[in-house]
């Protein structure tokens, strides 16, 4: 079985680019990061059970679907393939999560994999436990090098509708937001609205964060590990379950295409049964399993 995440002829294309602390500090990842986690707070003074509902419908589209299954799994690692179709809409629900178009996204974590706990990682603890869990947004220079990054992604550069999408990715999880206070408005009132979009949007969005960088702190630290890579990573049983089945991540790290990261029965992965519905139904394809 291949081991490599990257698609046929990417990586000789790209230049030299490696993660590193800038004296500049990203006073727009900091407001906006600030603005959700406020609004994460606010969230726990709204509320309602129907906020609840639209809170976990919201999180298994953007965080399962969005940032698991097609971010990370099929446009990061192509381990399957769907329709055209299927492919863009959950790309468009990853955008939800609000952690960066499918092409920075992807890009960067494919360069995670190249310099895996190496200098130029993007973000390994072996640069401290802070910077791989957030400081590397606030503190590293890659955001500024958005066109040389796009160069591990050429797959998608190449694609018109990721390029736009590369642009307007805040555009899905604006709409929304506007949906559910619309929503909410003509159901139960202006109360209810503003409930439904802090529970579906903010406070999701601010979990959602934190979710996603402990795979890239937590489980670069502490767990077990199956298979000696060249790296620190482990499969960290709390991170899996949070994040639906990436928290095992020595083993995805030791065979990153495989579309199944739980590699034995009680190593749940619901991201992978998501997938594995997706092939019940004839729309997920070429799925690349690793068995024990």
């Given at each position: 079985?291949?081991?490599?995440a990257?698609?046929p002829k990417?990586?000789p ?8 602390k800038s004296?500049?500090?990203n006073w727009?990842?900091f407001?906006?990061?600030a603005?959700?986690h406020l609004?994460?707070v606010?969230a726990l003074?709204t509320?309602r ?10 999180w298994?589209?953007?965080q399962?679907?969005?940032i698991?299954i ?5 446009l990061?690692h192509r381990g ?6 299927l492919?863009?809409a959950m ?5 939800m ?11 960067v ?7 895996t706990?190496?200098?130029?990682d993007p973000?390994?603890?072996r640069?401290g436990?802070w910077?791989?869990h957030?400081?590397w947004?606030?503190h ?5 090098e ?10 998608l550069?190449r ?5 736009w999408?590369?642009v307007?990715?805040w555009l899905?999880?604006?709409l929304t ?11 139960g009132?202006w109360?209810?609205g503003?409930s439904w979009v802090l529970w579906g ?7 959602g964060?934190h ?6 702190s937590v ?7 199956r298979?000696?890579?060249r ?10 379950l949070l994040?639906?089945?990436e ?7 030791a065979h990153?295409?495989s579309?199944?990261h739980g590699?034995?029965?009680w ?5 992978y049964?998501?997938i594995?519905?997706l092939?019940?139904f ?10 024990l």
């Amino acid at each position: 079985m291949a081991s490599v995440a990257y698609p046929p002829k990417a990586v000789p294309e790209i230049a030299d680019l490696v993660q590193a602390k800038s004296d500049e500090f990203n006073w727009v990842f900091f407001v906006v990061i600030a603005a959700f986690h406020l609004g994460a707070v606010a969230a726990l003074f709204t509320f309602r059970w129907s906020s609840v509902v639209v809170f976990v419908v919201m999180w298994l589209l953007a965080q399962n679907v969005g940032i698991g299954i097609s971010y990370h799994r099929q446009l990061t690692h192509r381990g399957f393939t769907t329709p055209r179709w299927l492919e863009y809409a959950m790309a468009v629900c990853g955008t939800m999560a609000l952690q960066g178009s499918p092409n920075y996204w992807v890009a960067v974590h494919r360069m995670h994999h190249q310099y895996t706990d190496k200098p130029g990682d993007p973000h390994s603890p072996r640069d401290g436990k802070w910077w791989s869990h957030m400081g590397w947004i606030l503190h590293g220079s890659l955001h500024s090098e958005t066109t040389t990054l796009s160069r591990y992604a050429p797959d998608l550069q190449r694609d018109e509708f990721y390029r736009w999408l590369a642009v307007w990715h805040w555009l899905p999880v604006t709409l929304t937001g506007v949906a559910l206070l619309g929503g909410g408005m003509v159901l139960g009132g202006w109360r209810l609205g503003v409930s439904w979009v802090l529970w579906g949007v903010f406070l999701r969005v601010a979990i959602g964060f934190h979710v996603t960088w402990l795979v890239n702190s937590v489980t670069h630290m502490w767990g077990t590990r199956r298979f000696k890579t060249r790296d620190d990573s482990t499969n960290n049983w709390w991170v899996a379950l949070l994040t639906g089945g990436e928290g095992w991540h020595n083993n995805h790290h030791a065979h990153p295409v495989s579309a199944r990261h739980g590699m034995t029965w009680w190593e749940v992965d619901f991201n992978y049964w998501g997938i594995r519905v997706l092939a019940l139904f004839g729309l997920a394809k070429n799925v690349k399993v690793m068995r024990l």
